[in-house]
């Protein structure tokens, strides 16, 4: 156990060594240790955040589906009473057209009935007429007794 | 081991003991010593070749490895070289975080320079403590120490810088008044002032001489029952499988002595600059 030189120059060799290291490699290495704590702090942070923002997000999704749902509940009923409405109408509708063309066919019906009539009537009193032409050939003028006859056959 | 047939067992454990010592020896002029006395005779103006070496390698090593990790840190996904320098790093962090109340740069680097370049040193310590020696042989090397904290130089070295650090910041942070009656004040006021001076004074002194005489007494000690069982693989055959496990469990043993011994010289360091910091006793 002689000491020598030795130990003067492992002195010089530690100091350096520690010099150095202080200089060039704890400060990097920390920083990036600080950097990184940072780092995965603010991940944590977002990740929090995103899922308080995907709670929110599911909840309003949750309400707009309700609200949708309700609306086409509103509109499937007000197309169920319009469709029933529309099927009344055209019933009280068709109901309408029919009495129409009843009423129509009828007023028809009494016309040609009324013209066969007027027919027939002409035709009956045009008989009568000749008729009794034919008896009172020669003992009546058609020319003075024509207005008696046709208020006669306009009796009949 | 090597040399066992032409050695007695005094003389394998002081050849593997003598450092490489390069000097001026006053009959032989500047030389390598060719034995311990040759290299006590050239007294202090010599140096241990083999200390400096190896604990200048393992230095650079250190500097190397954590300087490229330095270079590269990032604050992303760290590979796996930089995760082991920063779980280092982080330890001594801690260690620093817990035991230093002050402000200071210097402390956390001080302390992971210590620990990782004495873990080094004493890593050595494992290597079979004939073989280096045996390769060295063989290219005309008659001695090396290869565990650089088996020589007093290097405890002393590093014990001694911790012990200036503490003697400046110690006057820096309390003025060379306060220091001063830090040493002679206390415990027993400025009646005892002589009495208080003798404590305080070995109390002082004897952080560094520790410091460094634990360091050197554990790995020297190691290192000599390394040697002493790498004797008993020339006592014939039942010694020799003894001595395997002997060396085996020693080994063993030995990692955690080699780890324990720096970080307590680490520890021990930050404690004392604590101390250098804190202005009140």
């Known amino acids: 156990m002689n000491f020598n030189l030795t130990l003067i120059g492992q002195m010089i060799a530690f100091a350096v060594f520690v010099w ?44 707009i589906l309700q609200q949708a749902k309700a609306q086409a509940a509103e509109i499937v009923n007000q197309a169920q009473k319009r469709a029933s409405e529309i099927v009344d109408e055209a019933k009280q509708e068709a109901r309408a057209e029919g009495a129409r063309l009843v009423a129509a066919a009828k007023a028809e019906i009494d016309q040609e009935t009324n013209r066969a009539r007027e027919n027939l009537r002409q035709r009956v009193a045009d008989l009568a007429v000749a008729a009794a032409e034919r008896i009172l050939q020669k003992e009546i003028d058609p020319k003075a007794h024509g207005t008696l006859v046709d208020a006669f056959a306009k009796q009949l | 081991m090597a040399s066992s047939e032409t050695l007695t067992s005094t003389e394998y454990i002081r050849h593997h003991l003598t450092n490489l010592t390069f000097g ?85 680097p001080l302390a992971l320079t210590i620990f990782v370049w004495v873990f080094l040193m004493n890593l050595m310590d494992l290597i079979p403590v004939d ?45 060379i008044g306060g220091f001063l009656g830090e040493l002679t004040l206390q415990p027993f006021g400025k009646w005892g002032m002589p009495f208080n001076l003798v404590l305080e004074g070995i109390s002082l002194l004897s952080k560094p001489v520790s410091l460094a005489l634990r360091l050197f007494g554990n790995l020297y000690a190691g290192e000599m029952i390394f040697i002493l069982i790498a004797i008993m693989y020339s006592g014939g055959l039942v010694l020799a499988v003894t001595g395997l496990f002997a060396q085996l469990a020693w080994a063993i043993f030995h990692i955690l002595i080699i780890t324990l011994q720096a970080f307590i010289f680490t520890v021990l360091t930050i404690v004392y600059l604590d101390m250098a910091h804190q202005k009140h006793h």
């Open chain 1, 20 to 63: 150095f290291t202080m200089k060039f490699v704890w400060a990097p290495i920390v920083k990036a240790l600080e950097a990184r704590k940072a780092k995965i702090a603010e991940g944590l942070a977002a990740a929090e955040r995103g899922h308080h923002e995907q709670e929110l997000g599911q909840k309003r999704a949750l309400e």
């Open chain 2, 24 to 108: 001026y020896h006053p009959e032989h002029g500047l030389d390598f010593a060719h034995d311990m006395d040759e290299a006590a005779a050239m007294g202090f103006w010599a140096i241990n070749v083999d200390t400096m070496a190896f604990s200048l390698l393992l230095g650079g090593l250190f500097i190397w490895f954590f300087y490229g990790v330095a270079q590269r840190a990032t604050a992303g996904v760290p590979t796996g070289r930089q995760n082991f320098a920063e779980w280092i790093v982080e330890f001594i962090d801690e260690n620093v975080r817990g035991s230093f109340s002050g402000q200071n740069p210097l402390v956390a």
């Open chain 2, 131 to 175: 073989l280096v020696p045996w390769l060295a042989t063989l290219i005309g090397i008659h001695y090396l120490k290869i565990v650089p904290t088996t020589d007093p130089n290097a405890t002393f070295g590093m014990a001694l810088m911790v012990f200036i650090l503490v003697l400046y910041y110690s006057i820096k942070i309390k003025g």
